[in-house]
Every structure is written in structure tokens, then in C-alpha cells.
Nanobody
């Protein structure tokens, strides 16, 4: 199994930036594709970004394209989500996930972290 732990969330004003980290332990992190998802109160968990195990394929949700950047460092067993130009609508709990394919569907990921809260004030 892979254990995932997110960090880096917090409270930020609109227009600000945050960098989320996802530390992996257990099985080899580089054997898995990785995704970031978020869930706002009363809403379903939604796709944010994904990156394949080699970092050669990346995809973003339209709502974050141009503002967020996903990356990973397999030597550190860590994934990242750099979030710039944050908006109040980005407020949510952010989760990282690992699985066999860099896809947008929630149910295609096998391992999940516990999430980190991101709050963007207006």
C-alpha cells in the first residue's frame, strides 16, 4: 500500500498563493500516477490536476488551468500542487491520490490522503 499525507493548506487572501505537498510512504511512489482533487462543503469531490509517474503527462481542470501547477519529485517521494491567483471559489479540502492511471475520475485512484484545508478569503 501507499500512505499519502498532504500538507501546506491554510488561509490566504484572494490573489495569493499556496503550495501543497503530498508525502508518500510505503510502496514505491514512482510506480503510481498521482492526482489532486478537492471537495467543498456540500459538493462532490472534483478533479483538479493529474500527473503520470514519469511527469510526462499532465492534465488540469479548466477551472484551475493557468493558475495551478502540478509536479512531483520521485527522489523525495513527494508530489506538489502550486496554487497561484487563488479565488474564494478555490476554498475546499484538497486531497492527493495515487493510482494506476493519470485520469480525472475519482474512482480510478486506489490510495488517498486525509486532505488539507485551503480557505481563500475575499
Amino acid at each position: 500500500q501507499v500512505q499519502l499525507a498532504e500538507s501546506g493548506g491554510g488561509l490566504v487572501q484572494a490573489g495569493g498563493s499556496l503550495r501543497l505537498s503530498c508525502a508518500a510512504s510505503g510502496r514505491t511512489f514512482s510506480n503510481y500516477d498521482m492526482g489532486w482533487f478537492r471537495q467543498a462543503p456540500g459538493k462532490e469531490r472534483e478533479f483538479v490536476a493529474t500527473i503520470n509517474r514519469h511527469g510526462m503527462f499532465i492534465s488540469y481542470a479548466d477551472s484551475v488551468k493557468g493558475r495551478f501547477t502540478i509536479s512531483r519529485d520521485n527522489t523525495k517521494n513527494t508530489g506538489y500542487l502550486q496554487m497561484n491567483s487563488l479565488k474564494p471559489g478555490d476554498t475546499a479540502v484538497y486531497y492527493c491520490a495515487a493510482g494506476p492511471a493519470a485520469q480525472r475520475a475519482v474512482n480510478l485512484y486506489d490510495y488517498w490522503g486525509h486532505g488539507t484545508q485551503v480557505t481563500v478569503s475575499s
